[in-house]
């Protein structure tokens, strides 16, 4: 179930709202919004229309990635089409610290209404947030919730790893049943809210025998494809590869594909869901799966949540489910790639 559905106020919504989601096809995003308006209209509204207007800032530090990029583009067209929020984003790329601060210092000089934030490094950022709360501006977390937030939203990180280590571990059985063949898995430790999709690998396949032989911070295709081309150099048995997204799965694609090594040996899955990764999926190779994070429900509570805690009403903490896009369910895969758009 989505967070909106048409006809209800924003206050009735938030107020229905389950605690538990039931994973339903993809929606049209059009619909996005479209009972989110402040002003409880049906419609997207313009600021003429709106008791009060809120401005919504959401900050992520991997902005290059396409998972991000689509998100923020969806946030900012759910902004829009509520027609009383307005969405800023932020620039910030390879986890830049001084960028995040930067564009967040900012926000919070202009007395935004809330603030969204995958925080590079919470402890750097804990003086703006104290500024922030201070003023009134509320400070929602992304991919976790913490003690000093006023809400969070993200997706189950520990359901996402799980989801690709017992994929990847059903396949070794089938395709290397005498073992002989080790593991590689990327990491991003500075951002301790992703943990499970490291975590939840590492302890399955220590638990299974599976020896992991390389352990490294990537999550871009420039160091997915180095650490994969140094690793196979060092254990030519590398046939598993787990990224922590699905950029970093990618560049270790491309490092298996150059080395010639046949894909019915190799299991590579992504976490995400970037449209990349689902086409790498469809195409039948080496990369066999990618943990799917639904955008527009993702989108939909950057915006749900934020007014919530801006109001007093409503759900302020809010998961998105995961799901594994695989071969097995070829038009489901078709949906999760549609989340992207043409």
């Given at each position: 179930?989505?967070?909106?559905?048409?006809?209800?106020?924003?206050?009735?919504?938030?107020?229905?709202?389950?605690?538990?989601?039931?994973?339903?096809?993809?929606?049209?995003?059009?619909?996005?919004?479209?009972?989110?308006?402040?002003?409880?209209?049906?419609?997207?509204?313009?600021?003429?229309?709106?008791?009060?207007?809120?401005?919504?800032?959401?900050?992520?530090p991997?902005?290059?990635?396409?998972?991000?990029?689509?998100?923020?583009?969806?946030?900012?067209?759910?902004?829009?089409?509520?027609?009383?929020?307005?969405?800023l984003?932020?620039?910030?790329?390879?986890?830049?610290?001084?960028?995040?601060?930067?564009?967040?210092?900012?926000?919070?000089?202009?007395?935004?209404?809330?603030?969204?934030?995958?925080?590079?490094?919470?402890?750097?950022?804990?003086?703006?947030?104290?500024?922030?709360?201070?003023?009134?501006?509320?400070?929602?977390?992304?991919?976790?919730?913490?003690?000093?937030?006023?809400?969070?939203v993200?997706?189950?990180?520990?359901?996402?790893?799980?989801?690709?280590?017992?994929?990847?571990?059903?396949?070794?059985?089938?395709?290397?049943?005498?073992?002989g063949?080790?593991?590689e898995?990327?990491?991003?430790?500075?951002?301790?809210?992703?943990?499970?999709?490291w975590?939840?690998?590492?302890?399955?396949?220590?638990?299974?025998?599976?020896?992991?032989?390389?352990?490294?911070?990537?999550?871009?295709?420039?160091?997915?494809?180095q650490?994969?081309?140094?690793?196979?150099?060092?254990?030519?048995?590398?046939?598993?590869?787990?990224?922590i997204?699905?950029?970093?799965?990618?560049?270790?694609?491309?490092?298996?594909e150059n080395?010639?090594?046949?894909?019915?040996?190799?299991y590579?899955?992504?976490?995400?869901?970037?449209?990349?990764?689902?086409?790498?999926?469809?195409?039948?190779?080496?990369?066999?799966s990618?943990?799917?994070?639904?955008?527009?429900?993702?989108?939909?509570?950057?915006?749900?949540?934020?007014?919530?805690?801006?109001?007093?009403?409503?759900?302020?903490?809010?998961?998105?489910?995961?799901?594994?896009?695989?071969?097995?369910?070829?038009a489901?895969?078709?949906?999760?790639?549609?989340?992207?758009?043409?």
């Amino acid at each position: 179930m989505w967070h909106h559905s048409n006809g209800a106020t924003f206050m009735s919504h938030l107020s229905a709202r389950p605690a538990v989601r039931v994973i339903a096809a993809i929606a049209v995003l059009a619909t996005v919004g479209a009972a989110l308006t402040a002003c409880g209209s049906g419609e997207a509204s313009t600021s003429a229309d709106c008791e009060k207007t809120y401005t919504i800032g959401f900050s992520h530090p991997v902005g290059e990635s396409e998972f991000a990029a689509a998100l923020k583009d969806q946030v900012s067209k759910a902004g829009d089409e509520n027609g009383c929020v307005t969405v800023l984003l932020d620039n910030t790329q390879a986890s830049n610290l001084e960028s995040q601060r930067a564009t967040i210092e900012s926000w919070v000089t202009q007395d935004v209404d809330a603030i969204v934030v995958l925080a590079v490094d919470a402890t750097a950022l804990d003086g703006l947030r104290e500024r922030a709360q201070k003023q009134g501006t509320k400070w929602l977390t992304y991919a976790g919730a913490t003690d000093t937030s006023d809400g969070s939203v993200g997706f189950d990180n520990n359901q996402s790893g799980d989801l690709v280590a017992k994929d990847a571990l059903a396949w070794l059985k089938e395709a290397h049943p005498d073992g002989g063949v080790t593991a590689e898995v990327t990491t991003l430790k500075p951002l301790v809210g992703f943990a499970g999709r490291w975590e939840e690998p590492l302890a399955q396949f220590e638990a299974a025998g599976l020896e992991v032989v390389s352990e490294q911070d990537c999550a871009d295709q420039e160091c997915g494809l180095q650490i994969t081309e140094d690793t196979l150099r060092q254990h030519p048995d590398l046939r598993v590869v787990i990224g922590i997204n699905d950029d970093a799965a990618i560049g270790a694609l491309r490092a298996f594909e150059n080395a010639g090594i046949d894909p019915a040996e190799v299991y590579i899955a992504g976490q995400d869901g970037t449209r990349e990764g689902l086409e790498a999926v469809k195409e039948g190779g080496a990369y066999r799966s990618s943990a799917a994070i639904l955008i527009p429900d993702l989108a939909a509570s950057i915006i749900d949540n934020s007014l919530a805690a801006i109001t007093g009403e409503g759900e302020t903490d809010y998961e998105t489910a995961v799901e594994l896009g695989t071969l097995e369910n070829p038009a489901r895969l078709d949906e999760l790639i549609a989340q992207y758009g043409s």
